[in-house]
């Protein structure tokens, strides 16, 4: 609608003739839109001074510079017509209030409106349009989209007609749309987790700040690429199938696990939910895949930790179980023995003159006593704490055996030593250790073979760290800090993953006539003495067995010879001895060896009856031999009620069991001696007299 003559009815269109001036009153007045009709007469001369003076310059910036002229300009601007709908989108009460300066109606944000306006008809424009904010006169703001048709310069009549939209509830949506939009974005920004979208193809429309984060690589070289080209290589084929499932029609919500791959090389596991996106929720038309990604590194580390430890809580249960068996194996065999050896060694005393028979009585020893090692390696494998434990140099210890470990390798084999000197001391029993050194030995003598090889012995001393006891076996009691270790190195054959899981094993051996024993004994000698073992092998490149033990900070001794004990006497004729086993062989052949001394004998068959005759006897009993391990009243019960009724009693205790397991199971309980099943006539000869001399 433009205003172009003294008229405020327009005049003719397309020679029509023009309507009469009541029609366009209630045309005016009857529409809905907001119309009014400015008198731009005052604001010529301000228009051509502008453009007379700002001729080179940004008129734009010009304006921003002199508000002071914006002002006059909206000072100038005479409102001398409005229809209703102007009437009520201001809040007016008549036509009148609104027939005066735009001045009451400005905001400050108007101002950008006004000076488009300006920048327009400076530029000899005749027809604007954009967007403005203004007050009512009722005080609330609105929102509108204003056309404005503008006279020109020359006409008589300098009237300007402008057509207002209320765009409010417009914007106020647009708005909400808008905060909307941005509080989804700082979602998808800000979430921790990665989100990616991407077409069927595979081609990536959008990732989110934690996708750029994990992937380690700037947002314009992530979008746009396959991100097949993201995944590391093993993961590859798994993604081309669920691509082409979705591509065949596949829909929902697909849960999977896969692997990235950073610049780096390192890959990074998560756990992914991908939906199917219709095409009208994309944008495009077309459906995409929407993924979210989550970084599971933390938690398959703290599952391969669990793993971990639920197989060290099974070994240990494994070998705590094998242990008992192997404890309670050797404890009745000994017991067997005891009948086996003993009546043999009584049998060779009294054939004095018969040669044949003694050798055959001398092989039955013999067996025996391969019978007792082969117990007492069970024992050590079940964990038997050292026996007589002192603080040694572990280098000492090797030194000393050296000429041992060259005579038990082969000849093509060359041994190397590599000792280091004043290492702090560890509490040891040294046979034990020198047992677990030359069983080691042997293995990797055995692993180098008849044509020969090297095998390095090498002691030092370093500190673990708390994760380092993840990489030795039985190092459960391990506490982090200073170990000393001995390690036997050879260049052997090597061995699997499979062999090394189970060389620790009782009876497990890759020979073909070995009996599997001396590397599980040397597992219980080590986890007795507080310590664990590391092994680090692969087929044909050789094997390398150490073990380690807490250092104790103390004098250290270089392992040099023990003082004798002082001489005792072996004459036990006329001594009374309360004899108690409830093994009725073994205790006759106790009883027999007794005897044989030269003592008198009085036997009972459980702890009851020992505390009865004890109880009747006690004033004419020199000593006593318990057996430990007994029914209904064990042997720590008996000596208890023993020692009440006569604290003074020597009180020797006999097992199947070793001393030190003993010991730390059940105390001191009173020991003037101990007896380890099966003993011979010696033996019990030499305890029973350092028992009843001291």
């Known amino acids: 609608m433009?205003?172009?003559?003294?008229?405020?009815?327009?005049?003719?269109?397309?020679?029509?003739?023009?309507?009469?001036?009541?029609?366009?009153?209630?045309?005016?007045?009857?529409?809905?839109?907001?119309?009014?009709?400015?008198?731009?007469?005052?604001?010529?001369?301000?228009?051509?001074?502008?453009?007379?003076?700002?001729?080179?310059?940004?008129?734009?910036c010009w304006l921003d510079a002199h508000p002071e002229f914006v002002g006059r300009f909206i000072a100038g601007i005479r409102i001398i017509d409005v229809n209703q709908a102007a009437v009520d989108l201001n809040g007016a009460a008549s036509r009148e209030e609104l027939l005066v300066s735009l001045e009451k109606l400005v905001l400050p944000e108007t101002l950008a409106a006004f000076k488009d306006l300006i920048c327009v008809m400076v530029?000899?424009?005749?027809?604007?349009?954009?967007?403005?904010?203004?007050?009512?006169?009722?005080?609330?703001?609105?929102?509108?989209?204003?056309?404005?048709?503008?006279?020109?310069p020359d006409d008589p009549v300098q009237l300007m007609t402008i057509v207002t939209v209320d765009i409010t509830d417009r914007k106020l949506?647009?708005?909400?749309?808008?905060?909307?939009?941005?509080?989804?974005?700082?979602?998808?920004?800000?979430?921790?987790?990665?989100?990616?979208?991407?077409?069927?193809?595979?081609?990536?429309?959008?990732?989110?700040?934690?996708?750029?984060?994990?992937?380690?690589?700037?947002?314009?070289?992530?979008?746009?690429?396959?991100?097949?080209?993201?995944?590391?290589?093993?993961?590859?084929?798994?993604?081309?199938?669920?691509?082409?499932?979705?591509?065949?029609?596949?829909?929902?919500?697909?849960?999977?696990e896969t692997e990235f791959l950073h610049p780096d090389g390192h890959t990074i596991p998560v756990e992914v939910n991908s939906t199917l996106l219709p095409g009208p929720l994309t944008g495009g038309g077309e459906p995409q895949m929407l993924i979210v990604a989550r970084d599971i590194s933390q938690r398959r580390r703290i599952q391969q930790e669990q793993q971990l430890m639920e197989?060290?809580?099974?070994?240990?249960?494994?070998?705590?179980?094998?242990?008992?068996?192997?404890?309670?194996?050797?404890?009745?065999?000994?017991?067997?023995?005891?009948?086996?050896?003993g009546n043999a060694e009584l049998l060779r005393v009294d054939l004095q003159g018969d040669p044949e028979q003694r050798r055959s009585l001398d092989a039955i020893m013999d067996a025996g006593e391969q019978a007792a090692e082969l117990c007492r390696q069970m024992q050590a494998y079940a964990g038997a704490s050292p026996a007589k434990a002192e603080l040694l140099d572990l280098s000492g210890v090797v030194v000393a055996m050296q000429n041992l470990l060259q005579v038990s390798v082969s000849g093509g084999s060359h041994l190397h030593y590599e000792l280091a000197p004043d290492l702090p001391g560890v509490l040891i029993d040294s046979a034990q250790v020198r047992q677990v050194i030359m069983n080691m030995v042997n293995n990797a003598a055995e692993a180098v073979g008849s044509t020969g090889g090297e095998i390095m012995i090498r002691t030092g001393v370093d500190t673990l760290a708390d994760g380092e006891r993840d990489q030795l076996l039985g190092g459960d009691g391990l506490t982090a800090g200073r170990h000393v270790f001995c390690e036997v190195r050879d260049s052997g054959c090597g061995m699997d993953e499979a062999t090394v899981a189970r060389m620790f094993e009782p009876f497990f051996s890759t020979k073909f006539a070995g009996r599997g024993l001396g590397m599980s004994a040397a597992l219980?000698?080590?986890?007795?003495?507080?310590?664990?073992?590391?092994?680090?092998?692969?087929?044909?490149?050789?094997?390398?067995?150490?073990?380690?033990?807490?250092?104790?900070?103390?004098a250290v001794s270089n392992g040099g010879a023990a003082v004798p004990p002082p001489a005792v006497s072996f004459d036990l004729r006329g001594r009374t001895i309360l004899l108690v086993d409830d093994n009725a062989k073994v205790r006759a052949v106790a009883e027999s060896f007794l005897r044989r001394l030269g003592c008198k004998v009085l036997s009972a068959a459980d702890g009851y009856d020992a505390v009865r005759l004890f109880g009747q006897r006690h004033s004419?009993?020199?000593?006593?031999?318990?057996?430990?391990?007994?029914?209904?009243?064990?042997?720590?019960?008996?000596?208890?009620?023993?020692?009440?009724?006569?604290?003074?009693?020597?009180?020797?205790?006999?097992?199947?069991?070793?001393?030190?397991?003993?010991?730390?199971?059940?105390?001191?309980?009173?020991?003037?001696?101990?007896?380890?099943?099966?003993?011979?006539?010696?033996?019990?000869?030499?305890?029973?007299?350092?028992?009843?001399?001291?």
Do not use: C
Not at 6 to 19: N, T
Not at 313 to 319: T, Y
Not at 531 to 552: E, N, Y
């Open 2 to 60: 433009q205003q172009s003559s003294s008229e405020k009815g327009p005049g003719g269109i397309g020679g029509r003739a023009p309507l009469a001036p009541d029609v366009w009153e209630k045309l005016f007045q009857r529409t809905q839109v907001p119309i009014f009709i400015e008198d731009m007469t005052s604001l010529r001369p301000m228009i051509e001074q502008v453009r007379a003076e700002v001729v080179d310059r940004d008129l734009r």
């Open 123 to 152: 530029a000899g424009g005749r027809y604007y349009e954009g967007e403005s904010r203004y007050r009512a006169l009722d005080g609330h703001e609105y929102q509108t989209y204003n056309r404005a048709w503008i006279p020109a």
């Open 173 to 256: 949506a647009e708005q909400a749309l808008a905060e909307s939009e941005e509080r989804y974005r700082l979602l998808i920004e800000t979430a921790q987790d990665v989100i990616i979208r991407h077409d069927l193809s595979g081609r990536i429309t959008f990732v989110n700040q934690a996708g750029v984060e994990m992937l380690g690589l700037p947002r314009e070289q992530i979008l746009g690429v396959d991100g097949m080209t993201l995944l590391a290589p093993g993961a590859v084929a798994g993604a081309l199938q669920r691509r082409d499932a979705r591509v065949g029609g596949k829909s929902g919500v697909i849960l999977y």
């Open 311 to 341: 197989a060290r809580l099974r070994d240990a249960q494994k070998l705590e179980s094998l242990g008992v068996l192997a404890g309670g194996i050797a404890h009745d065999f000994n017991n067997l023995l005891v009948t086996i050896m």
């Open 524 to 554: 219980g000698i080590v986890r007795g003495h507080g310590g664990a073992f590391r092994v680090t092998s692969l087929p044909d490149q050789g094997t390398a067995i150490s073990f380690w033990l807490p250092v104790r900070e103390a």
């Open 620 to 694: 004419d009993i020199d000593a006593v031999i318990l057996d430990y391990t007994m029914p209904g009243m064990d042997g720590a019960a008996t000596s208890r009620r023993l020692k009440v009724i006569r604290p003074d009693v020597p009180l020797l205790i006999t097992s199947g069991h070793d001393e030190a397991g003993l010991r730390a199971k059940s105390g001191d309980l009173g020991m003037a001696g101990f007896v380890a099943k099966p003993y011979n006539l010696r033996q019990l000869n030499e305890v029973l007299a350092a028992a009843l001399n001291g």
